[in-house]
């Protein structure tokens, strides 16, 4: 629902025109008219016959007048579960009684996360991950956003606390072998760098290697000493003594986390539709 509001990520401002070079509407509104945005967003939807069909067969019953931007987000939501939903990792056979499906270094990278490396007292449930918030010290990358540009005070900028600046959501770990960089800023390249900030947060945060970044990235950390500061102040109780996980032990872990990926999740081709309503092009 939100990313629609917001100007940056996708509603754009005053003076910008689509595609097709009509003027964008959206860009009128307050950034606190959501509701209004929402309504002018399905608009524009349902102004195309064929997403009119599409909505009336996911929402059987429900009038064409109406359908809401939330519907919208729960057709969007439905199609983004799909890969998040497949259930045929090595883990997930181990999980249903076959014993060989994990290697011994998987294994015992298991026992790591469950246990002493305490990775699942945040990443939990179904999804590894996904339902809380935290300050897990992640090195302060691009220009930043809202009261704290240019640094990203994250849900603490959402909800106006400073004491929750620098809380970032806690990412399900489902097929995370797949989804590089790490952390909300793409700061880690690898899962093996991800494993080495957590064995010792403070020390990582404070010899980031920048070189690590895309040189494009570089110029964008924030690698002050007031700003580590004001990170590592924040940080989780749960990361701020090292864990001291060996050379051997990180590899373990890393290699759980691979047995964390569904194979057919490397390929997601075949949920790419051929073409969409709109006419816009699905890949360029």
Not at 26 to 31: E, K, S, Y
Not at 46 to 71: K, N, W
Request: charged fraction near 20%; hydrophobic fraction near 40%; aromatic fraction near 10%.
């Amino acid at each position: 629902m939100f990313p629609v509001v917001d100007r940056r990520e996708m509603r754009g401002g005053p003076g910008d025109r689509d595609v097709f070079g009509n003027p964008n509407e959206l860009a009128q509104f307050g950034d606190s008219q959501f509701v209004e945005i929402w309504q002018a967003a399905m608009r524009r939807v349902l102004a195309i016959p064929e997403y009119v069909t599409m909505f009336s067969a996911a929402f059987p019953g429900m009038p064409t007048d109406r359908l809401g931007f939330q519907h919208a987000a729960t057709a969007i939501a439905a199609f983004e579960m799909q890969p998040l939903t497949k259930t045929d990792s090595p883990f997930d056979r181990y999980l249903n009684r076959d014993d060989a499906a994990l290697t011994l270094e998987q294994k015992r990278g298991a026992l790591l996360f469950f246990g002493d490396a305490r990775c699942s007292s945040c990443h939990n449930g179904a999804f590894l991950g996904g339902g809380q918030f935290a300050n897990n010290g992640a090195p302060q990358l691009g220009p930043g956003r809202g009261a704290g540009a240019p640094l990203d005070f994250g849900h603490g900028d959402v909800i106006n606390n400073e004491f929750g600046r620098f809380t970032f959501r806690v990412a399900p770990l489902r097929n995370v072998e797949l989804t590089a960089p790490y952390f909300h800023d793409g700061a880690y390249p690898t899962l093996a760098a991800v494993v080495r900030h957590y064995n010792n947060v403070p020390v990582a945060l404070r010899g980031f290697d920048v070189s690590q970044l895309a040189p494009a990235l570089r110029s964008l950390y924030h690698g002050e000493e007031a700003t580590i500061g004001a990170v590592l102040a924040g940080l989780d109780s749960r990361l701020r003594q090292p864990l001291g996980l060996t050379d051997d032990e990180q590899r373990d872990l890393v290699a759980f986390l691979e047995s964390l990926t569904d194979p057919s999740a490397r390929d997601l081709r075949s949920l790419t539709p051929a073409a969409v309503p709109s006419g816009l092009p699905v890949q360029e």
